[in-house]
C-alpha cells in the first residue's frame, strides 16, 4: 500500500508557481521522499528526492517539513508542459540487496492552464 | 539519448496469442525493474533484477508471466496464453544499484491491447 496522501487534482496558472503537497506522516527515519511525474502516454520521470534536508535541482525544490511527516514539491515557474499526474512516494531502505522499490499511489493530476 | 527503451511501444494480439516485450536499460545500471500500469492507476511493481538474477516477484505476476535478463543487460517479459485483463502499460525502469536514494529512471513503456 501507498504510504503517501495526496490530492486528487490541483489547478494551476501558466507562469505561477505550482505547490503540491504531500503527506506521509508514517514515514521512517530511513525512507527517502521521490516524486515523479507522468505525462499522457509517456512513462514516469524523475523529479527529485529527499532524505531530510530540502533539496533543488532544476526541474524544481522539494521542501521537507521538519518532523519530515509532509512535503511539497515546488514547480517554481509552472509551464503548459507541467500538465501531468504528480507522484509522491516514499521509498524504503532495506540495503543495498533488497527491492526498495517504488510504490506508486494514485498522484496529484495538475493541470496548467494558460 | 541513452535513456531506458522499451520496444514495441504498441502490441495489439489476440486473446490467447503470446506476446514478447524487450527493455533495454540505461547501459551502467544493474538493477532493472518491471511495472504494470493500467488505465487511471498508477504502475504497479511486478519484478525486479539485479544484474541476471531476478530477486523478487509481484503476486501480480501469474505464472504466464516470464521474465528475463540473461546477460544482466536488456530483458525481455513474456506473457503467454493473452487475457484481455492483460490489456495495460508495461512499463521499464532501472537504476544504479539498489540504494535508496538512487532513482529508477523509466522507459515509455508497451501498450498492450488484447481483442
Known amino acids: 500500500d501507498a504510504k503517501t496522501t495526496q490530492p486528487p487534482s490541483m489547478d494551476c496558472a501558466e507562469g505561477r508557481a505550482a505547490n503540491l503537497p504531500c503527506n506521509h506522516s508514517t514515514i521512517s527515519g530511513n525512507e527517502y521522499v521521490y516524486w515523479y511525474r507522468q505525462i499522457h502516454s509517456q512513462g514516469p520521470q524523475y523529479i527529485i528526492h529527499?532524505?531530510?534536508n530540502n533539496e533543488t535541482n532544476e526541474m524544481a525544490s522539494l521542501i521537507i517539513t521538519e518532523d519530515r511527516k509532509s512535503s511539497t514539491l515546488i514547480l517554481p515557474h509552472a509551464t503548459l508542459r507541467d500538465t501531468a499526474v504528480y507522484y509522491c512516494?516514499?521509498?524504503?531502505?532495506?540495503?543495498?540487496?533488497?527491492?526498495?522499490?517504488?510504490?506508486f499511489g494514485g498522484g496529484t493530476r495538475l493541470m496548467v492552464k494558460p | 539519448d541513452t535513456g531506458v527503451s522499451q520496444d514495441p511501444r504498441h502490441k495489439i494480439t489476440k486473446r490467447g496469442q503470446n506476446v514478447t516485450f524487450r527493455c533495454d536499460p540505461i547501459?551502467?545500471?544493474?538493477?532493472l525493474y518491471w511495472y504494470r500500469q493500467t488505465l487511471g492507476q498508477g504502475p504497479e511493481f511486478l519484478t525486479y533484477f539485479q544484474n541476471e538474477a531476478q530477486l523478487e516477484k509481484s503476486r501480480l505476476l501469474s505464472d504466464r508471466f516470464s521474465a528475463e535478463r540473461p546477460k544482466g543487460s536488456f530483458s525481455t517479459l513474456e506473457i503467454q496464453r493473452t487475457e484481455q485483463g492483460d490489456s495495460a502499460m508495461y512499463l521499464c525502469a532501472s537504476s544504479l544499484g539498489g540504494q535508496a536514494n538512487s532513482p529508477l529512471h523509466f522507459g515509455n513503456g508497451t501498450r498492450l491491447t488484447v481483442t
Open positions: 512516494i516514499v521509498r524504503p531502505s532495506f540495503g543495498n540487496n533488497a527491492g526498495n522499490m517504488l510504490t
Open positions: 529527499g532524505l531530510k
Open positions: 547501459s551502467e545500471h544493474n538493477r
